[in-house]
């Protein structure tokens, strides 16, 4: 089954300092505490150096009135792309079909 191939999709913490975090002024101190998290856990996010867990989706979803779901969906296509640059170097067989 083929799907169609989508451009580098962004980050879940582009999304959340663009349209989450900019639009009310907020810094990632007053976002982090308000997360009741670390600011190093929230800059991690949104620096791409870390991804979104289901509990961190949960947290999002409360804060900016989103869903959990939304979240993780972004995460699922960010680390699905980035699995699927590396495609052709997999060394895997496929199985017959009888």
Do not use: Y
């Not at 349209?19 to 990632?28: G, Q, R």
């Not at 929230?42 to 979803?61: D, F, Q, T, W, Y």
Request: charged share 20%.
């Amino acid at each position: 089954m083929k799907t169609v191939r989508m451009h580098r999709p962004p980050h879940p913490g582009e999304i959340l300092r663009e349209l989450c975090l900019a639009p009310l002024n907020l810094t990632v101190t007053d976002a982090a505490a308000s997360l009741d998290i670390s600011r190093n856990t929230l800059s991690a996010i949104l620096n791409g150096r870390a991804g979104i867990s289901p509990e961190m989706a949960v947290r999002l979803s409360i804060a900016f009135d989103t869903t959990a779901e939304s979240w993780l969906q972004q995460q699922m296509q960010f680390d699905l792309w980035h699995a699927e640059q590396s495609r052709k170097r997999l060394r895997v067989r496929r199985f017959a079909v009888a």
